[in-house]
């Protein structure tokens, strides 16, 4: 049983920046391949980024390339989403995610745990 723990959320204005971190419980997080989704008002939830067990691979979804950074620190137990140059569209409530298989995955439906969210709002 792994539970999942979002902060970080808050209302920042477009183009600016915000630091999203998950912290997990339990003593095999390393054990996980984590990922971050979201969820935006009146749409379904959607693949942000994942990460490998160990953190060495990366994945992003096509509208975040370039300004979100997924990373992890297995010591600390916490995934964490650096977002940058942030837009109004990526306004939505963010969700992460721990997968006991060993590649990354994207769709949520290979995801084991989720953490209860945390919102993002960007200002235009």
Partial sequence: QVQLVESGGGLVQAGGSLRLSCAASGRTFSFYSMGWFRQA??????????????????YYVDSVKGRFTISRDNAKNTVYLEMNSLKPEDTAVYYCAASRTAVIITSQNGYDYWGQGTQVTVSS
């Fill in 41 to 58: 008002p009146g749409k379904e939830r959607e693949f942000v980024a994942a990460t490998s067990r160990s953190g060495s691979s990366t």
